[in-house]
């Protein structure tokens, strides 16, 4: 290997057969181009998704009630669920050891919103002051209503950025205007920004006050919980599924409901299908490996086939060297060394061209579900290796067979 | 320098098996310049093979400078072939991606001579053949004498005990004929043992002993009177 005869003796030969060592370096260099690509791309889905996933804290529960579907302990199918103030409340006191953040939610339906003469159309719900941390999202000016607004039924408001833009361009600041909800003034005491724009429409007030001023009693429409943060991913699964069936079954036991029952009490989690999905990227990258194994497969056949043509083509050649003293080792030596020597340059050259290709454009790579699509340098490195090592078996056996054929029969072969 | 023994050879040809040679003894002694003649399908070409190591016999003895040649493998005859034997073939074959000077070099680049020896060393035999000139020409730009003489170059290079020449002059026109047996008998003439394999009266009659073969066997082996080649070379 580090003979340095050798070593001439092959640059000799490679730069006398420029276009052969060309076709060959090109099939390895693009086998290796196109499987890092693909790599990338798998890589940039799974990120992707996880982007998606982050813009909700990961560990929320969502609870909302329906219609029931089965009869149950003397009830028909059909009957209406409705939950209540007590019912969050119990389910709270139930389950304060897991749990982080808690909110209920009140629709307030059947309003008309005005800021000055303007007529507004957003929707305006009542929700509890940790709503905030549920929906991971974040104030960009003022604050969000806390336990005090709650408790005194604080006519205050606070608003989505996209309504800020929308409708208080004008002024400097929103926070400190009023609006008119039904009538009603509320005072705006901050902007929220979600992750979601569509949630950014929406305008929130204390849910205490929602339920007083607009004839809410004690009715909610949902429940929100999130989770403390788990060690790692599987544990936080296991968590949040444990959590949802024993909110569930209380949430049942507490309306009545069958626990066959599939549409009076509905549990959201968001881990549940944040694993889901997770599986789904598992499976694409699987797949994306699959395609660039075969990639590289063809890669090696590409690989030997050319070896066999090379060898082919040299036939004569080596029956010449053979008869003026070259041993079949030497023989074989020669030709793999050249090979490896070709593979592994050309191998490592489509590394470069892909990897530089991922670092300058997959960063601005803006597309749904794909972010910043990147490959870890070690398994691509690994593929160049197994690559090379995989080309240098199927180049042995023609290298090996034409070593050993006759030297007569290979000076006789045109 | 060679002796022979009751050498026999058969090829199989499907189920029939094919008697080439049929008992040759023969002897050649060092510095002798030898002509094998015989028709197509004589058997000289099959002894010349088998003189080169290039094919073995079926049974018989064959002795080579005191070394007995026996229970070749591939790599052994590959050894004996580099120190021993230097070839030259009706078709040149030269490498054709190879100037003339690094094909004499590659009979010494199996020999592990270094690089720069190397060069020197075939330069000087590419002199010797009068082709110094050509050196950096690739055989596709060389006529058929001057492959020939490159040919030579480079079995002589490697400083072999015998030059072995299958129908050195087959290829070539009468005058380059000459020409290249000129060069051969200068060769034998520095004390060089050449054996050369022909079916031409004329080339064969330059040699300096005839060996004439028939159906695997020698019918005939004289010493002759050389004719020079040199007087046909202007």
Redesign the interface.
Known sequence: MFDI?RW??IF??IR??KLRTFLTGLSVASGIFILVILLGFGQGMRNGIQKEFEQDATTSIEVWAGVTSVGYKGLNPGRRIQFTNENYESSSALFNNSIEFESSRFFVRNTTVNYGKESLVYSVQGVSNHYQFIENAGMIEGRFFNLKDEKETAKVAVIGKKIRTDVFKDVDTPVGEYIQISGIPFKIIGVLKDNQEREEERIYIPITTAQKVFNGNNKINNMFFTLPPSENFDEAVAQSINFKNNLLGHLQQLHTVSPDDTSGVNVWSAMEEAKRYYTLTDNIKLFFWFVGVCTIIAGVVGVSNIMLIVVKERT??I????????????IVGMILHEAIFVTAISGFTGLIFSMALLEIVGPHIEIDYVTNPSVNFTVAFTTVIVLVIAGTIAGFFPAWRA??V???EA?RDE | MIEIKDLHKSYKMGSNSLHVLKGINFTCEDGELVAIMGSSGSGKSTLLNILGMLDGADSGEYILDGVPIKDLNETKAAQYRNKFLGFVFQSFNLINYKNALENVALPLYYQRVGRKERQEKALNYLERVGLKEWATHLPSELSGGQKQRVAIARAMAAEPKVLLADEPTGALDSKTSYEVMDLIQKINDEGNTILVVTHEEDIAHMCKRIVHLRDGVIVEDKKIEQVRAESYVQ
């Open positions: 005869e001439q003796e000799d030969t006398k057969n004569r050649e029956g010449i060297r053979k008869a003026l003293g070259a041993k079949p080792w030497s070593a050993s006759h030297t007569i000076l």
